[in-house]
């Protein structure tokens, strides 16, 4: 039986990005209800060669290798309660985190520097900043967001990321480095980090990762 617009838009990542062509996930999801193969539009759900990337229901189906062919230690999922993935993040300049007012929802763009990463990053800040230290929670929603109604913070720093582990190849250890691949990494790239948190939770492990490079 066909999948309803409701059905599909739940297995969209709700990104809202715009490079489908649509506005918003949920345009894509009601031309897909129509024309299923449509679903290759979206990016985060495949790979530049044309196969499509697993949605992860079990171990046995991830390949464990990234779009250079390269291997990685385990996923990591955003929160399920949180718009996207979830990055702890530092201006170049922490001052500008006073200057420019940032608080709670805002949208801000920027993009990291000391990852290799080339992509301007969207976020929507999830807590009150740190007005001290001029630290930033947000989490990655999509280029969208920011031609609506975005402000610009520069480059910055990647102090950690967060989010949730379902699949991993080995016991995950505080202290130690591994490769990861962030779940809607839109390079679909394994970044490397060391693991400085974990707690179990019901359906996973919550983690989180310093010292991030994409390697």
């Not at 790979?47 to 189906?61: C, Q, R």
């Not at 991030?212 to 390697?215: L, T, V």
């Given at each position: ?191 490397s980090g060391l693991v400085n948190a974990l707690a179990k939770r019901e359906r996973g492990t919550r983690v989180r990762v310093e010292g991030?490079?994409?390697?």
């Open positions: 039986m066909a999948e309803s617009a409701q059905e599909i838009l739940a297995r969209l990542p709700g990104k809202d990005c715009g490079q489908c062509g649509f506005k918003t996930c949920a345009g894509l999801a009601e031309l897909v209800a129509l024309h299923l193969d449509e679903l290759k539009r979206c990016i985060h759900l495949w790979h530049p060669t044309g196969a499509p990337i697993p949605l992860l229901p079990a171990d046995e189906d991830i390949t464990w290798k990234d779009m250079l062919g390269r291997e990685y230690d385990f996923v990591l999922e955003p929160f399920p309660e949180d718009p996207g993935p979830r990055e702890i993040i530092v201006p170049l300049n922490p001052l500008n985190v006073e200057r420019l007012a940032v608080k709670k929802g805002d949208v801000l763009y920027g993009r990291p520097v000391m990852t290799g990463c080339p992509v301007t990053h969207v976020g929507v800040v999830v807590e009150e900043p740190d007005y001290l230290n001029g630290v930033i929670v947000w989490c990655i929603v999509g280029p969208l967001a920011a031609r609506e109604r975005g402000r610009e913070i520069g480059h910055y720093h990647i102090i950690a990321y967060e989010g949730i582990v379902r699949h991993a190849r080995q016991e995950l250890q505080i202290g130690r480095r591994y490769f990861f691949l962030p779940r809607m990494c839109m390079l679909q790239s394994r970044h991030i490079w994409i390697a």
